[in-house]
């Protein structure tokens, strides 16, 4: 059976170009510390593939920290011991957003007592409003305070009003780290006018391997306080011998990105391919809910909600069908708990764990979406005869 995969948001497939270019360096012996000709020639790579990645997201090659992935990437970011121009220039608080991903809503390293939730809006966007509130009610003697949000929501798509959330940065002297994982090679990301602090991104998101990501600081001279120490590796500010391979293959993955985002139809083929689906959707059932339709999405992510459909058990029934799909539910020790996005978003946890999200990537295609419609049918087709047994049964 030909399976249906739309879970890119999760993980992307291994692009063919970037494989063969990780078995490749896997053939360079040298350790890229090393001074000798097989450690320069691993070096060579390391530095190919860090501008590549800069180049993704209008970054600085000197600014750019290899990590194992985004979630380190975003502990690293997430300190109160940041030095600007070398020197110490903490932060006392915390504001994340209410929908972000676990490792940010973690605080990073800040103590509990040292974080600030900001709301979202019903359509997914933060409330840039009671941010605003939460920055006046800081005191700024205790030190600067620190914004976390993500430029695109992984589970509903939502773009996040990025250039709003830099200007309250700019105006209360924040730092304003933004989580760029589901943003990056979906919507153009320039560093030098986002406005941010610093960004992360993860390789596995945009076809690349597996365990490696990074941390982009927006300016030299801004550093955060190494959470790995030992090595002199990434200019102290992550210790270890850095995984040749993997990030060879980040840089490839990071290219290839930005070729597909500028080519003439841009992300557009797969904002096409998302729009005929919610279309048929909709057609298979007019009371479906898309979270964050209200607001503007990047053109690969759908989340929705069948009404009468468990989302746990829709998930099953899709993956039997030769589909795969992720849910907006969380399991955790045998308890589905509804999505932490969806109840900040102002859903109810019957909605909030019905949620089932699709997202596309590089090799998704017509047919993908075909298969999930008809198997989402079957669905629909098995509601209605649960529907109709109950009310015989009520007679």
């Given at each position: 059976m030909q399976r249906a995969y739309l879970d890119h948001n999760a993980t992307s497939p291994l692009r063919p170009d970037v494989k063969a270019d990780i078995i490749e360096a896997w053939e360079v012996a040298g350790n890229a510390s090393s001074v000798h000709k097989e450690g320069r020639e691993a070096r060579a790579l390391v530095e190919k593939a860090r501008q590549q990645v800069a180049d993704l997201v209008g970054g600085g090659a000197r600014q750019v920290i290899f990590t194992s992935g985004a979630s380190e990437a975003n502990m690293l970011a997430l300190t109160p011991h940041m030095k600007v121009e070398y020197q110490p220039d903490p932060a006392s608080a915390l504001f994340v957003s209410a929908i972000e991903h676990p490792s940010v809503l973690s605080g990073g390293r800040f103590g509990a007592q040292a974080?600030?939730?900001?709301?979202?809006?019903p359509n997914g966007m933060v409330d840039v409003s009671?941010?605003?509130?939460?920055?006046?009610?800081?005191?700024p003697q205790t030190g600067r305070p620190m914004i976390a949000v993500m430029a695109v929501n992984s589970e509903t798509g939502v773009i996040q009003p990025i250039a709003e959330i830099a200007a309250?940065?700019?105006?209360?002297n924040a730092y304003f780290h933004l989580d760029a994982v589901q943003a990056a090679g979906r919507i153009p990301l320039d560093m030098t006018e986002l406005g941010c602090s610093s960004l992360s991104l993860s390789a596995h998101k945009l076809g690349g391997p597996k365990g490696v990501g990074a941390?982009?600081?927006?300016?030299?001279?801004?550093?955060?306080?190494?959470l790995i120490t030992g090595g002199p590796q990434e200019n102290r500010l992550r210790a270890g011998t850095e995984n040749v391979a993997g990030i060879v293959g980040f840089g490839v993955a990071c290219q290839a990105a930005g070729e597909d985002l500028h080519k003439s139809d841009g992300f557009g083929r797969l904002a096409a391919l998302r729009d005929r689906f919610e279309d048929q959707l909709r057609a298979l059932d007019p009371d479906v809910v898309i979270f964050g339709a209200d607001a503007e999405r990047v053109g690969n992510t759908s989340q929705f909600a069948i009404p009468g459909?468990?989302?746990?058990?829709?998930?099953?029934?899709?993956?039997?069908?030769?589909?795969?799909?992720?849910s907006g539910s969380a399991c955790s020790s045998g308890k589905v708990s509804?999505?932490?996005?969806?109840?900040?978003m102002g859903y109810g946890t019957k909605v909030a764990g019905?949620?089932?999200r699709m997202s596309l990537g590089w090799n998704s295609k017509e047919p993908e979406i075909d298969a999930l419609i008809e198997a989402l049918g079957q669905i629909c087709v098995k509601n209605s005869k649960n529907s109709l047994r109950g009310i015989e049964k009520a007679l």
């Open positions: 974080r600030r939730e900001i709301p979202v809006l009671a941010l605003r509130l939460l920055l006046e009610a800081h005191d309250l940065a700019e105006e209360f941390l982009i600081m927006a300016h030299e001279g801004t550093e955060p306080e190494p459909t468990k989302g746990e058990m829709a998930l099953i029934r899709l993956d039997l069908a030769g589909v795969a799909v992720s509804a999505s932490h996005v969806l109840l900040a019905s949620a089932i």
